[in-house]
């Protein structure tokens, strides 16, 4: 685990602290569940809850979070050295430390960014942090009404849908049911991309029993996440030219330092990512 993540886990909210307007957090978050695992404050006792079971399943879960938020580092820094200026991060959670956009404009000042969520306390801190960034910013949409998104004035600001756009779906298409049609989503994102563009995607990989079991958790708390078989992930990169080492575990997409797959635990084998371009 983190530090101190054990004792966080059982401990309740600041007496007297208020909520966010508007927003019951007696319902756990996607958003704040993933905060609370990789160490971050903007979680409460309903989203721990949700985390102390997970943990259950897969004890190492909290320590090997973190391997996300790499791989959106090394991803990002990638799709710059491409080329790429354009970043549409849907489902990017709350901000914490090397967001897309500081390590995106790092490397290129003239990168534009837009970030995407569905929880409201999203727009809240990403406000705060992209204040004075004009080059930034966050909405408050659902991946499932690709219209909004696409058509909304803020992303038309920042893109140009007439030249190439990282799409960014990390940790988000498992979150969409198969009743919901995943599949048919992601298309109606890709093709209103031009050539050139690139599918930057993160998903759980049904692996074994623990991630029957963290599926059952998640779906019994809020409704959602699935764990596919690698068949089912690889189809969303039909037609799509996959950068190298194509689909793997996170932990061994362009690592920093060699990585022994041999020696990954479970829960490092329970995501998937991939880096496509389209045609």
Known sequence: MTENAE?????????????????????????RVYDFLIGGKDNYAADRE????????????????GAHR????RGVRFLVEQGVRQFLDI????PTAQNTH??????????????????PIVLAHGR??????????????????????LKNPEVLRLIDFDRPVALMLLGVIHHINDDEDPAGLLRAYLDALPSGSWLFLTHFLRSGPESEQM???????????RFRERAEIAAYLDGLEPADP????VDLWRPEEPVDEAALTVTQRLVLGAVARKP
């Open 7 to 31: 004792s966080r886990l059982w401990s309740t909210d600041p007496e007297g602290a208020p909520a966010p307007a508007g927003i019951d957090v007696t319902v756990p978050s996607v958003a």
């Open 50 to 65: 949700v985390a102390r079971k997970l943990i259950a399943v897969a004890p190492d879960l909290a320590r090997d979070a």
């Open 70 to 73: 790499r791989i959106l580092h």
């Open 91 to 94: 489902g990017s959670g709350l």
């Open 102 to 119: 500081q390590v995106a404009q790092a490397v290129a000042a003239d990168s534009t960014v837009v970030y995407v969520d569905n929880d």
């Open 128 to 149: 705060a942090l992209l204040a004075e960034n004009e080059r930034t910013t966050v909405i408050t949409a659902d991946l499932r009404e690709p219209g909004s998104i």
């Open 215 to 225: 599926e059952r958790v998640m779906q019994g708390s809020h409704k959602s996440g």
């Open 246 to 249: 194509g689909l793997v575990y």
